[in-house]
């Protein structure tokens, strides 16, 4: 110790010692350096897993963002549509939303967010931006029942938009198709040719897009025509809709629970 303290030989052979040493402590602090990098490689992974899965999740809140926008872009064109069909109408119409359907097969019926409480009457027309859906049968305070054109229990009076022949559309039970009824062979009817709302029987005003012809079958040996159309009305897409408020004339001629006929 005294050598080492008072002697510059001593204190030089121990940098020598040091030099001699530095790789044994280098080999010596190998395993802990890679237990390090080993540890920081297993948190960088962690963090990495984490971060992967919350840029997993905000993708997919964002994919989910995006669907909506669509689903609201495309609402908006249902509403402009349907603001637009408003404008061709002279009736005051109101916009309802479509909220059940009645599950029975046998039975074309859907809901309304609208009933007594806000002034819906009986027998009031629905439209889509198509045409004709149907008509309120049955209410509630905040709801009511409409039965649409292609339930078999509806009938309602149309005409030939090209040549005003006037008949009823019946419906068959089927979401798609209407039959004409009692149409003469010999009636001016053709393939395309708009089917309209005639006015009579005191339900729809005249004018209103019903459907369009999309088969006419003449059977010699028969007096009668068998006429299916196809309804404008988006049936079982549509959800915003428009109740026709009635003028008060046609309202006291309307006979309640009683369909078009």
């Not at 030099?19 to 540890?39: C, N, Y």
């Not at 997993?56 to 495309?74: C, G, I, S, T, Y």
């Not at 046998?106 to 009986?122: D, P, R």
């Not at 046609?250 to 009683?258: C, F, K, S, T």
């Amino acid at each position: 110790m005294a050598a080492d303290l008072y002697s510059a030989k001593v204190q030089e052979s121990r940098a020598y010692l040091s030099l001699l040493l530095t790789p044994l402590q280098w080999i010596v602090d190998v395993p802990s350096r890679v237990a390090g990098e080993v540890s920081d490689v297993v948190v960088d992974r962690s963090l990495l897993l984490k971060e992967n899965a919350k840029l997993k999740a905000e993708a997919l809140q964002l994919e989910r963002k995006v669907q909506q926008n669509a689903a609201l872009w495309l609402e908006n064109e249902r509403l402009r549509s349907l603001l637009s069909g408003a404008e061709r109408v002279d009736e005051e119409v109101r916009l309802v939303e479509l909220i059940g359907v009645n599950p029975d097969p046998f039975q074309h019926q859907v809901i309304i967010n609208k009933g007594s409480e806000n002034l819906v009457t009986l027998g009031q027309p629905i439209l889509d931006a198509g045409g004709v859906m149907g008509q309120v049968t049955e209410m509630s305070h905040y709801t009511s029942r409409v039965m649409l054109i292609t339930d078999a229990r509806h009938a309602l009076p149309v005409e030939i938009n090209r040549n005003g022949f006037r008949t009823i559309a019946l419906g068959k039970g089927e979401l798609g198709e209407l039959e004409l009824d009692h149409v003469p062979d010999t009636a001016d009817i053709v393939k395309g040719d708009l089917v309209i709302t005639s006015g009579l029987g005191g339900r729809f005003p005249r004018g209103y897009p019903v459907a369009i012809v999309s088969d006419v079958l003449r059977d010699p040996g028969r007096q009668f025509a068998r006429v299916r159309v196809m309804p404008t009305a988006l049936l079982n897409k549509s959800r915003h809709l428009l109740l026709v408020d009635m003028p008060a004339e046609l309202h006291e001629a309307v006979i309640p629970n009683e369909v078009s006929e």
